[in-house]
């Protein structure tokens, strides 16, 4: 089983649109929680760490559930400049970060 | 931009070659941990150095290996190039090593092996 899970999709949504995926991780012990956005070609850039509480930044929030250990992305009012992939990622209680092989996200006008 | 760099940009190699990669980290940052990123798949983890020192590996051969100097900045090296080692590695820099820590990446080097 791998670490982190995620839909590939590609999610194709049109503009405006809100758009929610999840990703699930394997590792109990994960103590921190991130949404990577890749661009075709580019580096990973961090988009916003996710705490248990959940957390809001702009249009994008982000939520945990340790219990069934799943982590949730959603987009509201999707712009173009938002097609990207978009790649989980956890922390294990060491120094190790676990990828998952991203959410394709596709806006189109 | 994080300020984190790599070189060379792309690189092609043949079997059997070795190939060294360069990562320089962001201003007062201690750590460097090293990706691989597959076409379609998520980086996976290959070895972390914090301070000068190897701080974890992941599931990599022997023949990747690295070094990190005084001044930070890493070097990969991969020996013995396998056509499966064609991939964007990429670099990223982090305060102080902890997975809890933002890392940043830089813009990755893409090897093909031939």
């Known amino acids: 089983r791998k670490e982190v899970e995620q839909d590939p999709g590609p999610f194709n949504v049109p503009e405006g649109a809100t758009v929610a995926f999840n990703c699930t991780y394997s590792n109990s012990a994960s103590q921190s929680f991130f949404w990577y956005r890749q661009d075709c070609r580019k580096e990973p850039k961090l988009l916003m760490s996710v705490y248990s509480s959940g957390n809001e930044d702009g249009r994008f929030t982000a939520q945990l559930n340790r219990a069934s250990q799943y982590i949730s992305l959603l987009i509201r009012d999707s712009k173009l400049s938002d097609s990207a992939t978009y790649l989980c990622v956890v922390g294990h209680n060491d120094y190790k970060l676990s990828f998952g092989a991203g959410t394709t996200v596709t806006v189109r006008a | 931009e994080t300020g984190v760099t790599q070189s060379p940009t792309h690189l092609i190699k043949t079997r059997g070659q070795q190939v060294t990669l360069r990562c320089s980290s962001q201003s007062g940052h201690n750590t460097v941990s090293w990706y691989q990123q597959a076409l379609g798949q998520g980086p996976q983890f290959i070895f972390q150095?914090?301070?000068?020192?190897?701080?974890g590996r992941g599931n990599f051969p022997p023949r990747f290996s690295g070094l990190q100097f005084p001044n930070y900045s890493s070097e990969l090296n991969v020996n013995a190039l396998e056509l499966d080692d064609s991939a964007l590695y990429l670099c990223?820099?982090?305060?102080?090593?902890?997975?809890?820590?933002?890392?940043?990446f830089g813009p990755g080097t893409r090897l093909t092996v031939l």
């Open positions: 150095y914090y301070r000068e020192e190897e701080n």
């Open positions: 990223a820099s982090s305060f102080d090593g902890q997975a809890t820590d933002t890392q940043y």
